[in-house]
């Protein structure tokens, strides 16, 4: 990664992104071959945490705020989540399915992240190891779930821990990848602010806080 212009790195960021949501997505469709006897969820991995972001974009599919479905007690809806209710758009609009909704959305996470690594590499990596820099960040991410359906990998399968903000958890969660983005590009900004003596107000830092802010899945607001 050389010094380019800042659409060049925007598209190889994009390319980088997409090509992460490939790799990342080959045990997805190896899954069923894996087993012919049996139906396949569609959920490699966190089984709890997706499987509630799953029902998360169901109900977003038909209105934008929901009932609190974290507690059994009856009440009107009012959580508002912006991250989930993107999946239930476009869930909504491939037929009711909630997993191509959560795909979608990771492939949206992967791509950002990917702008974020190129955009990260060439403002604080020096040239001549921001391609290194660059395979760091995103090699894992592509990698994490194969050893799930690579019989000859599984002694990896227990690498990271399933609760944690490791490497593979990242990729697993878009919710989480996304935030990782979000995160640095306001390191980026916040880095510029203070190069250039605080003289331009940090605007990417600001919006990516906000970002986080309505796409973080542990924040649902109240409206």
Do not use: K
Not at 3 to 32: C, E, K, T, W, Y
Not at 107 to 134: D, E, K, Q, S, W
């Amino acid at each position: 990664m050389s010094d380019r212009p800042l659409g060049a790195q925007v598209r190889l960021g994009l390319a980088l992104g997409l090509l992460a949501f490939a790799i990342g997505s080959i045990p997805f469709l190896m899954a069923p071959r894996a087993c012919p006897d049996l139906v396949f969820s569609g959920v490699l991995g966190n089984w709890p945490d997706t499987e509630q972001h799953l029902a998360f974009i169901h109900h977003y599919e038909r209105a934008w705020v929901i009932p609190n479905v974290l507690t059994s007690e009856p009440g009107q809806p009012f959580m508002l989540n912006l991250w989930f209710g993107l999946g239930g758009v476009i869930a909504g609009a491939f037929g009711d399915n909630p997993l191509i909704g959560w795909h979608a959305l990771r492939l949206i996470g992967l791509c950002l992240f990917g702008v974020a690594v190129v955009l990260a590499c060439n403002h604080f990596i020096p040239r001549g190891r921001r391609t290194l820099g660059g395979a760091l960040a995103l090699l894992p991410l592509s990698l994490a779930l194969v050893p799930e359906t690579v019989s000859w990998l599984s002694f990896l399968r227990g690498a990271s821990s399933q609760d944690g903000n490791s490497v593979r958890y990242l990729f697993e969660q878009p919710q989480l990848t996304i935030s990782a983005a979000l995160v640095v590009l306001a390191m980026i900004s916040i880095d510029r602010f203070h190069a250039q003596g605080g003289g331009r107000m940090p605007r990417m830092a600001i919006f990516s806080v906000v970002a986080i802010w309505l796409f973080h899945p542990f924040e649902f607001w109240a409206v």
